[in-house]
């Protein structure tokens, strides 16, 4: 069975500060898919970055950058220079082979950037 | 590019009572599936329809049940409603599951309230 934890419920820093996002995973698959998701108050989730097992390169896009190490089973997530518009509930999630459409998802981590 | 729709956007039922929810999907996507957020948690996954059929069930007992129709469009019905049932319910379309990229883009969600 799959499983994502996600150890920090909430998490609250001032506008431009850097932050990062833990996510720890648990999968029996070789094969697979790690994203991380953000849901504004709104409540649509909106894809943020995708990482498949076999690709351990971290990369750096715009503010967003992640660390994935397979060794540990994690899959980090930072924002750099973080805004009040970052504000919401982050989800890191795992899915099957090529299949994100079955994905198991962490429990979230609420991110407040303060002015 | 149409986005993934979902509707209602509210529903507010008794229980016992029964609740259709539905989904149209993102123009060119064939596979729908459906998440149960309870509030303070993750998406849970509930089931996904391709090609109008059932392709994989989450752990959720069959009082949940779906559809797919030519269109890709899709239902979710739930029987004999329970106070746990209340919670946000969010669609997500996807090209067909062995696709690349590998990217599920969800709607706004239905936010059920069961008394």
């Known amino acids: 069975a799959q499983k994502v934890t996600q150890a920090q419920t909430e998490i609250s820093v001032v506008e431009k500060e850097d932050v990062t996002l833990d996510c720890v995973y648990e999968t029996r698959d070789t094969t697979y898919y790690l994203f991380w998701y953000k849901q504004p108050p709104s409540g649509e989730l909106v894809f943020l970055i995708r990482r498949n097992s076999f690709d351990e390169q971290n990369e750096i896009s715009g503010r967003y950058s992640w660390n994935f190490q397979k060794s540990t089973s994690s899959f980090n997530f930072t924002i750099t220079a973080s805004q009040v518009v970052d504000s919401a509930v982050y989800f890191c999630?795992?899915?099957?082979?090529?299949?994100?459409?079955?994905?198991?998802f962490g429990d979230g981590t609420t991110l407040t950037v303060k002015p | 590019e149409t986005g993934v729709t979902q509707s209602p956007t509210h529903l507010i039922k008794t229980r016992g009572q029964q609740v259709t929810l539905r989904c149209s999907s993102q123009s060119g996507h064939n596979t729908v599936s459906w998440y149960q957020q309870a509030l303070g948690q993750g998406p849970q996954f509930i089931f996904q329809?391709?090609?109008?059929?059932?392709?994989g069930r989450g752990n959720f007992p069959p009082r949940f049940s779906g559809l797919q129709f030519p269109n890709y469009s899709s239902e979710l019905n739930v029987n004999a409603l329970e106070l746990d049932d209340s919670a946000l319910y969010l669609c997500a379309s996807s090209l067909e599951p062995s696709a690349e990229p590998n990217e599920q883009f969800f709607g706004p969600g239905t936010r059920l309230t069961v008394l």
């Open positions: 999630a795992l899915s099957e082979k090529t299949n994100a459409g079955k994905s198991t």
């Open positions: 329809y391709y090609r109008e059929e059932e392709n």
